[in-house]
């Protein structure tokens, strides 16, 4: 059930602008029921991207912004074949550009059955609006639009924004990190061109808690093969002598962690950083992160430091006979997919390079071992350890006027969004914040995906403040 007291009236000075977003919400709804209900899955759902990015499109040409409308909207195709969406109105002389992103693709849905309503129907439920990409990031994407829509109703015939720059950015395959719109920011670095940049992929720590995400943490992923037989063999007539593959690969796999302390233990890599910002209570982890009753979570250190900067390994997948129909024999290969995050001031390259050392180090009985690079991401810091910049400190303001609250949560984040690397190298005078309508009750990426509507409500009225005294 959403809870009431969570939010706090916004900033009196703020009043006349509440009001106006609060006059969107309606809208804002029936723009979010109509991008949920397009089934936008990079790579497995080609005729319902190109109908999302139709929508967005559309949507943005309908601002009633001075300056935006449909001569102001180009789709552009990506080299991973998605489409992005953009929408510019240049700046007056001597006015900056602020550039709002998105994205309008979406995680499968996975099984139908896990959900309690359809992932592709926005459906109200205890306070909150459920669907898949309800909140990452079509529920962004809306706060963008709600926030223009805003200003613009106060325009009375004049320019709303006194000549500020706007750009939109639209991307459709962050989910499956295809690279396309990376690759486009780094070969036509004018389509981004901005001042500040305010990436709507994030967000609260709690719902009505304002909060600012200034680290993510990149990715080095590689593949690791185990191969020691030319077949499998009986494991009552060969087994104890026969080097097993399945077991060789769980011995290396083992060996990435400390059994105690749950500590990152690949050999050469550094695991001492530690986060300067918020702390993250281990009750609001464990809830946060559905740790089971009784079960223990990392102790090796704070687990601020631990998920937002330091390294951590995951064994995403492995390749091995299921439980169901298993024969007894002792396995010829198994193969397994490791995700290792990487903090910020780390290589990511580097990183990867050791782990592969690593696991070649600690190949048992000589067995057969191949280690295949995958993606790389690169970490991010929006603000300097210990420093901040202007965009951060009027973000901030806002973010708290808007929620009626006395601070604003700073923290990091143990994801990775790899454009906001690729825009800090095409334009490393802009300053890049992250935040959004997403809390820990939205469930992205799982069944039952939702946005409690007061965050789109508060998130669209800071940026619409934002906007406003940006100069």
Known sequence: MADSSAFADPHPDLAPLASAVSTQLDRARSDLADL????????????????ACDLVRTLLADLPVPG??????????????????????????????????????????????????????????????????????????????????????????????????????VEGSEETGGGGLDDLVADRPELVAADAILIADSGNVAVGTPTLTTSLRGIANLVVTVDTLEAGVHSGQFGGAAPDALAALISILSSMRDPHTGATTVDGLDFTGEWDGQSYPEETFRADAGVLEGVGVSTAAPLADLVWSRPA????????????????????????????????????LEAQRLLSEHIERRRPWNARISVDPEAIGHPFRSVPAGGSNPVHDLLSQCLAHAYGADEVAVVGSGGSIPLCTALQRAHPDASIALFGVEDPAAAIHSPDESVDPREIERIALAEAAFLQRYV
Not at 36 to 51: G, K, L, T, Y
Request: glycine share 10%; aromatic share 6%; hydrophobic share 40%.
């Open 68 to 169: 935006l409308g449909p001569d102001a909207v180009e789709v552009i195709e990506t080299s991973d074949g998605s489409r992005a969406v953009f929408a510019h109105r240049p700046a007056a002389p001597g006015r900056p550009t602020v550039l709002l992103y998105s994205h309008y693709d979406v995680q499968p849905s996975g099984d139908p059955g896990e959900w309690t309503t359809s992932p592709w129907e926005l459906t109200d439920r205890d306070g909150r609006w459920y669907g898949r990409g309800a909140a990452d990031c079509k529920g962004n994407f809306v706060v963008h639009l709600t926030a223009l829509r805003a200003l613009a109703s106060l325009g009375d015939g004049a320019d709303p924004l006194d000549g500020l720059g706007i750009r939109l950015v």
């Open 36 to 51: 949920v209900a397009v089934p936008s899955v990079h790579d497995a759902e080609p005729d319902a991207c190109a109908r």
């Open 313 to 348: 390994v995951t064994v995403l997948g492995i390749d091995c006979p299921p439980v169901e129909g298993a024969i007894a024999a002792v396995q010829p290969r198994a193969r397994a997919l490791v995700n290792l995050r990487v903090p910020p001031g780390m290589d990511p």
